[in-house]
């Protein structure tokens, strides 16, 4: 038998009370549901009309025409002869909605009344119109959970097909274990005492196990007839999507709480290994070539470097890197390390390059998205001991809303860079965790745990999306997604040939809260030649700024900022020149918008000289 369609529903109005309908089933005439107006006009109870054929009851008087239901759909009613319970005949109109399926509803109407037919005709079709097409599992049972009905979108939602018959089925088939324990009793209960029931609950798809998260509203529908039992009619929406954003949107929160971390911590550390690379550059300019103490503080200069690479990746990480935009070509960048690629990836992987034709255009830093492209290789490379192959393709992806809103971007055209390997692959619990920063599945020692978070951190600052795909023993695939722009890419130019600055006397201020730090500064510029004025803040500099040629100032003071210092100095002296000193970059991206030149710590004492030089040259 064919599965059925209910088109009526057995919850009743004061003010808008059911029409006299029945559904009857097509292959048999089997009646389905019956309004309590139709138990009325037939005189029959609905225990002795439900489940029985049309035939049997000999409903229909005109024994020699069909049965006007199953006679399919009419668009002009058709005059028949209803026989009541009594035997008394009724001449009623009848007109025939079709269900999506073997079920049809009927609308039957007494002639005295047929004025109103229309309207009861096109409100049952715009019910059933609704039912049918709900994108959610909308189905009647019984309180005992038999099925009576079940919509095309539930069918689809637990592996139904659409011409199966599962009248009288059990619901709990399409529960899990443990869901259908909790409809059994505290959903049971619920509508038993209150009549309504509002909560989440675990389905199953019978066909290929696959669970379903469902938020579920059920209500009961008061019986037709007194002694007969209530139906519970059921809304479930797959809530599976909606969990899964919600999941990401908690990850991002979190990555970005650590982000936050991340970038505090590097701003105060690049603050101590400045003065560590500073003073041991000065210690070492001391000690004559060949002394025991300058391999020793070798040494320490290549710690500390060692050390400040670490702090750029976790400023990337946290996205607080500065930012050099420019219009560069993905398909070029790839080209360009293609030769490091191949050294990266090692002799055991087959390194495969697809790049799409003409280009593929984005905004964004080369130094940076160079480093994306590194740390990926690298990260597949590591998950081919054995060898493997290694895919490298560009592409172009279009987003539209409903797909940038899954990525939290705006739609639209977006570069793709692909990295797939044939590697060991990533269980869930790992993909949940690969960006974030120190977390690594290498054995101790073989890794930071920075690589992902610098790649995640890069890609969402410079206005992009990182997706990953991957499952054990399958491999994996990072997809890279960055806007697209029509900016053209720049050409390569020959440097213009700069003159050597010319040596002259220059006064310079410096504004440093950390004392190490001033102290260090101050040093190498007064060891350097030049006039320093040096303090905690820029409070009692206006004068000193009037004689003054350069301002160096911090970025992050304790007082006003350093942005706010050159401001008020500047309203003084205008042909101030200023330098930012930080360890903190968007700031410093912020503070340079005005005018200034960024020396981002850590630095040596030769780049800070070298910063001067270059603002005086600038000034001449």
Not at 140 to 145: D, K, N, R, W
Not at 531 to 536: I, L, M, S, T
Not at 594 to 613: D, H, I, N, T, Y
Request: net charge neutral.
């Amino acid at each position: 038998m064919g599965g059925c369609r209910m088109a009526a529903s057995s919850r009743r109005s004061s003010s808008a009370p059911l029409p006299p309908a029945l559904v009857e089933e097509l292959a048999t005439g089997r009646i389905l549901f019956a309004s309590t107006e139709f138990l009325e006009l037939s005189g029959y109870p609905s225990g002795e009309l439900i489940g029985r054929a049309a035939a049997e009851l000999r409903l229909w008087a005109d024994q020699k025409a069909s049965d006007p239901v199953l006679a399919g759909a009419r668009s002009t009613p058709v005059r028949a002869s209803l026989r009541t319970r009594s035997g008394d005949i009724r001449e009623v109109l009848v007109a025939v909605q079709p269900g999506a399926g073997c079920a049809l509803a009927t609308v039957a109407v007494p002639v005295e009344n047929g004025s109103r037919l229309h309207e009861i005709v096109q409100s049952g079709k715009l019910f059933l119109e609704l039912v049918e097409n709900c994108r959610d599992f909308v189905c009647v049972a019984t309180l005992e959970g038999q099925v009576l009905y079940v919509n095309p979108a539930g069918r689809r939602l637990v592996g139904i097909a659409p011409d199966a018959d599962v009248t009288g089925a059990s619901l709990g088939d399409y529960y899990t274990k443990d869901g259908a324990r909790f409809v059994r009793t505290v959903v049971h209960d619920r509508l038993v005492e209150q009549g309504f029931f509002h909560g989440e609950v675990q389905m199953r798809n019978p066909g290929t196990g696959e669970v379903i998260d469902v938020e579920m509203d059920s209500f009961l529908l008061p019986p037709q007839t007194p002694g007969d039992p209530p139906l519970v009619a059921s809304i479930k929406r797959d809530v599976r999507e909606t969990r899964r954003l919600q999941a990401r949107l908690a990850q991002a929160e979190r990555m970005e709480s650590v982000g936050r971390l991340a970038g505090g911590i590097a701003h105060d550390f690049n603050n101590m290994l400045s003065v560590v690379l500073g003073f041991t550059d000065l210690a070492r300019g001391r000690i004559p070539a060949g002394h025991p103490a300058a391999a020793d503080l070798d040494e320490v200069t290549k710690s500390a470097e060692r050390a400040s690479l670490l702090t750029k990746q976790l400023l990337a990480f946290g996205k607080q890197q500065a930012i050099h935009g420019m219009a560069i070509d993905v398909n070029e960048v790839v080209r360009g390390l293609e030769r490091t690629l191949r050294q990266v990836a090692g002799d055991r992987v087959q390194v495969e390059i697809c790049l799409s034709p003409g280009q593929s255009v984005v905004s964004a830093d080369p130094g940076q998205l160079e480093q994306v492209l590194l740390n990926l290789v690298a990260n597949a490379r590591d998950a081919m001991r054995s060898g493997g192959v290694l895919r490298i393709a560009t592409g172009e992806e279009v987003l539209d809303d409903e797909a940038g809103h899954r990525e939290a971007l705006p739609a639209g055209r977006y570069a793709a860079l692909s990295i797939r390997d044939t590697g060991t692959g990533m269980d869930r619990a790992t993909l949940e965790r690969i960006f974030e920063p120190f977390f690594t599945t290498k054995r101790p020692g073989s890794g930071t745990g920075l690589g992902l978070a610098t790649v995640y951190g890069i890609v969402r600052q410079t206005g992009g999306a990182v997706q990953v795909e991957s499952a054990p023993g399958k491999g994996s695939e990072f997809r890279v997604l960055l806007p697209r722009t029509d900016r053209p890419t720049p050409r390569s130019v020959q440097p213009l040939s700069r003159p050597a600055a010319a040596k002259r006397h220059a006064r310079v201020l410096v504004v440093e809260d950390r004392v190490n730090l001033r102290i260090l500064v101050e040093r190498c510029l007064r060891e350097a030649g030049y006039d320093v004025v040096a303090a905690e803040s820029g409070a009692g500099m206006a004068e000193a700024a009037l004689k003054a040629d350069v301002l160096l100032t911090d970025v992050a003071l304790r007082g006003p900022s350093g942005p706010e210092v050159a401001a008020e100095l500047r309203r003084r002296a205008p042909r101030l020149r200023v330098i930012y000193m930080t360890g903190h970059d968007p700031e410093a991206a912020r503070a340079l918008k005005p005018s200034g030149r960024l020396l981002p710590k850590p630095f040596k004492p030769e780049q800070l000289l070298e910063a001067v030089r270059a603002e005086l040259d600038d000034a001449a």
